[in-house]
């Protein structure tokens, strides 16, 4: 899984292909489903619930594809923010397929035991977000337009605890860590999430379905 702000920039890098309006709106829904671990690491059912996750990657996809068909309803009421949150979950997808590896591979250079990746690689993950909280992207454009978003519709989490997160990611003491990893999160990684992600959308007849609702409107 990526972190907060690798959500964020992906969310950022796609919102125009998307045809997105209303960017804060689907800023929110990008960070939507990880609300369930705003008081610490929810349990593994309720975490699996709130992405729609699988273990099996083509399963997850066709869960994903099958929520936004069931909800084709919601998803014209609140698109952008609806868009947001298929954008997260199919993040997660993409950088466990594509980026993650390429992540292991370096930390695996580094010395890190194979055991030790999966925890480890948080370590470099909120390493990341340390630094792309100082950018201009974050401050001028993404936290602002996230501040004045508001969920409106529970999705598999609750619109008061995507409030709760929206307001928890924009505070001041979002990144505060003492940790000092390798910086092994690189651009490369960030890119190749996002064009996987873009190229989900396709395969779930997202795209199509955006196309639709311009259509119904």
């Not at 947001?84 to 997808?93: C, E, N, S």
Request: charged share 30%; net charge negative; glycine share 4%.
């Amino acid at each position: 899984m990526p972190s907060t702000m690798i959500h964020l920039v992906v969310a950022y890098s796609i919102r125009r292909t998307l045809c997105i309006t209303c960017d804060g709106e689907f800023y929110l829904g990008a960070i939507a489903p990880d609300a369930v671990n705003l008081n610490g690491k929810a349990d593994k059912e309720l975490r699996y619930k709130a992405h729609l996750r699988s273990t099996d990657f083509s399963e997850w996809i066709k869960n994903v594809c099958d929520y936004a068909k069931n909800h084709r309803d919601l998803f014209i009421s609140h698109r952008d923010y609806f868009s947001g949150f298929l954008t997260h979950i199919l993040t997660d997808i993409a950088w466990d397929q594509v980026s993650q590896p390429l992540l292991f591979e370096r930390m695996s250079k580094e010395g890190v035991p194979e055991y030790d990746l999966n925890i480890k690689k948080w370590d470099e993950l909120f390493f990341y977000d340390s630094i792309a909280v100082k950018s201009d992207i974050w401050k001028n454009s993404i936290r602002p337009e996230l501040m004045l978003a508001k969920a409106d519709c529970s999705l598999t989490v609750s619109a008061d605890e995507v409030n709760r997160a929206r307001d928890f990611v924009t505070g001041e003491k979002f990144i505060a860590t003492d940790i000092k990893p390798f910086g092994l999160v690189t651009d490369n990684m960030i890119k190749k999430a996002i064009q996987k992600v873009l190229e989900l959308f396709e395969s779930i007849k997202v795209a199509l379905l955006v196309e639709n609702t311009k259509t119904d409107a």
